[in-house]
């Protein structure tokens, strides 16, 4: 019997270990998180910031007195959304490209895409600075969005490409032999069936955007988003509105994740 | 009397008018060549597709059957040749300017669409208004019996269903010619029987030209109003299933469509239209013109068309050992072996009577029944490989 119960352990039930295990887990990935969000409640003035001396809503008031810093978040939103926004549209039609047609070179180019992902994120930043100098574009807005547009877009691509190996192009066949031009069938057919995989690129290059430092941090000029912010304050230790802003983008990202999870993309799961 | 003058002769020229259009050619290819690289899968084709056929492309997997369908769907461009509908040239049409549909062998019904969406598509290209499109719908699903299944999805559906929507999803179209590619593939073998004859009933019933791709020459055969052979590329023959069946051309032709003895034979007498034939293992006679002395042929005789004579006979035929008897429901097969060791088929309807295993006998056939083909070979019994000739003969000594 006892054999029995060795070879043939009740997997419905969780071992002691194993739940304390995932606990600690659980408790190291979110026990940080839960510092911020307290910290943004903690009524204490004076450094140290960290011990904790009653609740207030004092630091979200706060924020919204600080110009700087929400104007730094409004940067963050601008540039990750229009960085997103072509790095999807220059991804997409490298996907759809790459998946339809085969051409000499096909595997150099495939190859060649791992580099800017796998390279360290200073180098690129570098690299990044010294073309912009090189055709003296002036370090701003244009060269963030430019550059985070560079690191997201083979991002994109790799969603799309693991996405799309699964599109029969069969189905556009389907769609011209029923009379569908190009352009229709690419509107009916083809953009319905890789949305999903356009959309999980999409959040990518967003997430990456968002909170990019070392790039930003080469390219920014005189213009700062959140996280250069946040790295510059944070010399004099974590100030307690951004906390606040933190805490809120918190809540806003877990709301984005709560949507997917519950049903947004829910044809990506069927198909 | 002059009304029923014009009466008649309007009847008449209908029913010649309905004759004609039997043998109205719709698709006419030429010359059609395609290759891919230095890989040539289509060679030499010409082909004339008659309007409101049932024509089958038959040959084994990989002789360009689906490369040829894809060629009239407008998907592939041919290397050379030409190709028209109606006289009117179809090459340089696009696939979606052709009135020609296609059943795809995997369907490729639009997951994200449903069944009534999948099906309007056609005809919601052609920019027809919304309360035209459908009855049209509901008309086609009822003509495959899945009538209220518009609202549901490709995934919620069996593979006959969706195969059944595959093809609603072409004919809605109303098109000139519906290609099949290997349409019920996937099926299990009772819903293929089912599927076949409903194919069928609905080609008559809508008289669309069928363009039939198989390589399933049983599905040929009960299906077509022609048929053509494919082999490696080439246009083996093109005819009805009857005269596929019966008359082949061509050694891949015979032992391709269905069960045949094959014989390798001379020439050894030529005659008005019947020849005497010089095989290894004895004489036998056929039908048959343009024919030299000497020269290689193959004789192809089906099964059921070869005959049991006793040791003692006197006609020209072969002798033979009988191996065994294989009962295969109302038929029997019998294997009996040449001295030279080939193995000949024999089919009966069981009951008939029958010669025991291992006893000696003479096969024959009338002229008939063996059909006479050139040989592309210059050296005699290339057939015969491995020569076995077993213990019977032994025991017969
Ligand atoms: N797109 C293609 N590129 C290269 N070779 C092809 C292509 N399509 C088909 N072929 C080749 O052409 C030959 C005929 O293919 P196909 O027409 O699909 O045959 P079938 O449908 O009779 O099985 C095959 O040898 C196949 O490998
Ligand atoms: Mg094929």
């Given at each position: 019997?006892?054999f029995?119960?060795?070879?043939?352990p009740?997997r419905?039930r969780p071992?002691l270990?194993?739940?304390?295990?995932?606990?600690?887990i659980?408790l190291?990935?979110?026990?940080p998180?839960?510092?911020?969000i307290?910290n943004?409640f903690?009524?204490n003035?004076?450094k140290?910031?960290?011990?904790?001396?009653?609740f207030?809503?004092?630091?979200?008031?706060?924020?919204f007195?600080?110009?700087a810093?929400?104007?730094?978040?409004?940067n963050?939103l601008?540039?990750a959304?229009?960085?997103?926004v072509?790095s999807?549209?220059?991804?997409?039609?490298?996907?759809?490209?790459?998946?339809?047609y085969k051409?000499?070179?096909?595997?150099?180019i495939?190859?060649?895409?791992?580099i800017?992902?796998?390279?360290?994120e200073i180098?690129l930043g570098?690299?990044l600075?010294s073309v912009?100098a090189w055709?003296s574009?002036p370090?701003?807005l244009i060269?963030?969005?430019?550059s985070h547009v560079?690191f997201?877009?083979?991002?994109?691509i790799?969603?799309?490409?693991?996405?799309l190996s699964g599109?029969?192009?069969?189905?556009?066949?389907?769609?011209m032999d029923l009379?569908?031009?190009?352009?229709?069938t690419f509107?009916?057919v083809t953009l319905?069936?890789?949305?999903?995989?356009i959309?999980?690129g999409?959040l990518?290059?967003?997430?990456?955007?968002?909170d990019?430092v070392?790039i930003s941090y080469f390219?920014?000029g005189?213009v700062?988003?959140?996280?250069?912010?946040?790295?510059?304050?944070?010399?004099?230790?974590?100030a307690?509105?951004?906390?606040?802003?933190?805490?809120?983008?918190?809540?806003?990202t877990t709301g984005i994740?709560l949507?997917?999870?519950?049903?947004?993309?829910k044809?990506?799961?069927k198909? | 009397?002059n009304?029923q003058?014009?009466?008649l002769?309007?009847?008449?020229?209908?029913?010649?008018?309905?004759i004609m259009?039997?043998k109205e050619v719709?698709?006419?290819?030429?010359?059609?060549?395609?290759q891919?690289?230095?890989n040539?899968?289509?060679k030499d084709?010409n082909?004339d597709?008659y309007?409101?056929?049932?024509l089958?492309?038959?040959g084994p997997?990989?002789?360009g059957?689906?490369?040829?369908?894809?060629m009239?769907?407008?998907?592939?461009?041919?290397?050379s040749?030409e190709m028209?509908?109606?006289?009117?040239?179809l090459i340089?049409?696009?696939p979606?300017d052709?009135?020609?549909?296609?059943?795809?062998?995997?369907?490729a019904?639009?997951p994200?669409?449903?069944i009534?969406?999948?099906?309007?598509f056609g005809?919601?290209?052609k920019?027809?208004?919304?309360a035209?499109?459908?009855?049209?719908?509901e008309?086609i699903?009822?003509?495959v019996?899945?009538t209220?299944?518009g609202?549901?999805?490709?995934?919620?559906l069996?593979?006959?269903?969706?195969?059944r929507?595959?093809i609603?999803?072409?004919?809605?179209n109303?098109?000139?010619?519906l290609?099949?590619?290997e349409?019920?593939?996937?099926l299990d073998?009772?819903?293929?029987?089912?599927m076949?004859?409903e194919?069928k009933?609905?080609?008559k019933k809508?008289?669309i030209?069928?363009?039939y791709?198989?390589h399933?020459?049983?599905?040929a055969?009960?299906m077509s109003?022609?048929?053509?052979?494919?082999?490696?590329?080439?246009?083996?023959?093109?005819g009805?299933?009857?005269e596929?069946?019966e008359?082949?051309?061509?050694k891949?032709?015979?032992?391709?469509?269905g069960?045949t003895?094959l014989f390798?034979a001379t020439?050894?007498q030529?005659?008005?239209?019947?020849?005497?034939?010089?095989?290894?293992t004895?004489?036998?006679?056929?039908?048959g013109?343009d024919?030299?002395?000497d020269e290689?042929v193959?004789?192809?005789?089906?099964?059921?068309?070869?005959?049991f004579?006793s040791?003692?006979?006197y006609k020209?035929?072969?002798?033979?050992?009988?191996?065994?008897?294989?009962?295969i429901g109302?038929?029997?097969k019998?294997?009996?072996m040449l001295p030279n060791?080939?193995?000949?088929?024999i089919?009966?309807?069981?009951?008939?009577?029958?010669?025991?295993p291992n006893?000696?006998i003479n096969?024959?056939?009338?002229p008939?029944d063996?059909?006479?083909?050139?040989?592309?070979?210059d050296?005699?019994?290339s057939?015969?490989?491995?020569?076995?000739?077993?213990?019977a003969?032994?025991?017969?000594k």
């Open positions: 019997m006892i029995m119960h060795n070879t043939r009740d419905t071992h270990i194993g739940t304390l295990f995932a606990c600690s659980y190291f990935l979110f026990l998180i839960f510092v911020v307290l943004s903690n009524a003035k004076t140290p910031y960290a011990t904790f001396k009653g207030t809503f004092e630091w979200y008031i706060k924020l007195d600080n110009p810093l929400l104007s730094s978040f409004g963050t601008l540039v959304f229009a960085s997103t072509l999807v549209l220059i991804g997409t039609l490298a996907a759809v490209g790459m998946h339809r051409f000499k070179g096909k595997s150099a495939d190859a060649l895409l791992y800017p992902v796998v390279i360290p180098i570098i690299s600075l912009f055709v574009i370090r701003g060269t963030l969005i430019l560079a997201s877009t083979p991002f994109v790799f969603t799309l490409r693991a996405r599109y029969d192009l069969t189905f556009e066949e389907a769609a009379g569908a031009n190009r352009i229709k509107a009916y319905p069936l890789i949305l999903p995989g959309l999980s999409g990518l290059a967003f997430t990456l955007s968002i990019d070392i390219v920014n005189t700062k988003t959140f996280p250069l912010k946040v790295m510059e304050s944070i010399k004099s230790g974590v307690p509105d951004v906390n606040a802003l933190s805490t809120l983008i918190l809540l806003g994740v949507l997917t999870q519950s049903g947004l993309f044809s990506e799961a198909s | 009397m009304d003058h014009d009466f002769f309007f009847k008449f020229s209908n029913v010649r008018r309905m259009s039997e719709l698709v006419k290819l030429r010359g059609i060549n395609k891919y690289g230095t040539q899968v289509v084709l082909l597709i309007k409101g056929e049932f089958t492309l038959l997997s990989g002789c059957k689906t490369t040829t369908l894809r009239i769907a407008g998907f592939e461009t041919p290397s040749g028209t509908i109606n006289g009117e040239d340089n049409k696009e979606f052709r009135n020609i549909n296609t059943v795809f062998q995997s369907y019904l639009f994200h669409m449903s009534y969406d999948n099906i309007a005809l919601k290209m920019n027809m208004k919304k035209d499109i459908k009855p049209k719908v008309e699903l009822e003509l019996q899945l209220g299944f609202g549901r999805f490709p995934h919620q069996s593979g006959g269903q969706r195969q929507i595959a609603a999803r072409a004919l809605v109303n098109p000139q010619v290609l099949l590619d349409p019920l593939g996937a073998l009772k819903l293929r029987k089912q076949q004859v194919l009933r609905m080609q809508l008289g030209t069928f363009v791709v198989t399933d020459q049983e599905e055969l009960t109003d022609r048929i053509v052979v494919m082999n490696s590329g080439y246009l083996e023959q093109l009805t299933p009857d596929i069946y008359k082949p051309r061509t891949f032709v015979a032992t391709f469509i069960e003895n390798e020439i050894a030529v005659d008005e239209d019947e020849v005497l034939l010089n095989f290894e004895g004489c036998m006679r056929g039908l013109k024919f030299e002395l290689i193959y004789a192809s005789v089906r099964p059921e068309k070869m005959n004579g040791s003692n006979f020209p035929s072969m002798p033979a050992v009988v191996k065994e008897h294989i009962y109302s038929i029997v019998c294997i009996a060791g080939q193995e000949v088929k089919q009966r309807l069981s009951g008939e009577p029958l010669p025991k006893e000696v096969l024959y056939w009338e008939e063996a059909t006479i083909m050139h040989s592309r070979e050296t005699l019994f057939l015969i490989e491995n020569v076995n000739l077993g213990g003969y032994d025991d017969s």
